[in-house]
């Protein structure tokens, strides 16, 4: 079967770093998305990765090993504004998304 | 705003009412999704359209009926719905084709179906 592995919640300091971990399990690959969502609104994009390494685009980072099937994202000098649900995607074979549930990310002063 | 919308935000509606979600995307793309979220479950895909095709049909009960009119809007029709289908209707859209095919996503429908 097809999973996303993604831990339900975490909590962290604001000006902290926090590593949010997705491990996956799909028929193929053609890359992993990551994906923030507030509460009542839309999830918006916040990264793609194809090829093993490291995305780097501002406070946020994600990280890629399609042999261990893992991928983290990384949030940097963490604000309350970084509250939020954190999705990870997978595009496997058939080329739709299959989405984790989501990491909760509650970020305190 | 990402270039998505949704309408109703909000809606409320009993089991044998019918109704309609409709969906508008502004960013020129070819592609049109509908995704359910409930309360702690991966997003579910419903519905794909590609070039106003339905090329997905994710085993969606026929009280879902989606409809693509033109590559920018979308509609999903309800009707005779089930407390259970109670949950938040996403719709995306992309650009098929197009490199790393990013979806984005509209604000959603927020359903309670009584």
């Known amino acids: 079967g097809q999973n996303i592995d993604q831990p339900t919640e975490m909590t962290a300091t604001e000006g902290a770093i926090v590593q949010i971990n997705c491990t996956y399990q799909t028929s193929g690959f053609n890359g992993l998305f990551w994906y923030q969502q507030h509460a009542g609104e839309a999830p918006t994009f916040l990264s793609y990765?194809?090829?093993?390494g490291l995305e780097e685009k501002g406070r946020f980072s994600s990280f890629l090993s399609r042999s261990k099937g893992y991928s983290y994202l990384l949030l940097k000098e963490l604000q309350m504004k970084d509250s939020a649900s954190y999705l990870c995607?997978?595009?496997?074979?058939?080329?739709?998304?299959?989405f984790g549930t989501g990491t909760r990310l509650q970020v305190f002063p | 705003e990402t270039g998505v919308t949704q309408t109703p935000r909000h809606l409320v509606m009993g089991m044998t009412n019918k109704k309609s979600l409709k969906c508008e995307q502004h960013l020129g793309h070819n592609a049109m999704y509908w995704y359910k979220q409930s309360a702690k479950k991966p997003l579910e895909l419903m519905f794909v359209?590609?070039?106003?095709?339905?090329?997905e049909n994710n085993s969606v009960p026929s009280r879902f009926s989606p409809e693509c009119p033109n590559s920018s809007h979308l509609f999903l029709h309800l009707h005779t719905l089930q407390p259970e289908d109670s949950a938040l209707y996403l719709c995306?859209?992309?650009?098929?084709?197009?490199?790393?095919?990013?979806?984005?996503f509209g604000p959603g429908t927020r359903l309670l179906v009584l």
């Open positions: 359209y590609s070039l106003e095709e339905r090329v």
């Open positions: 995306a859209s992309s650009q098929v084709g197009g490199g790393h095919e990013t979806q984005y």
């Open positions: 990765n194809v090829l093993d």
């Open positions: 995607a997978v595009r496997g074979d058939t080329d739709k998304l299959i």
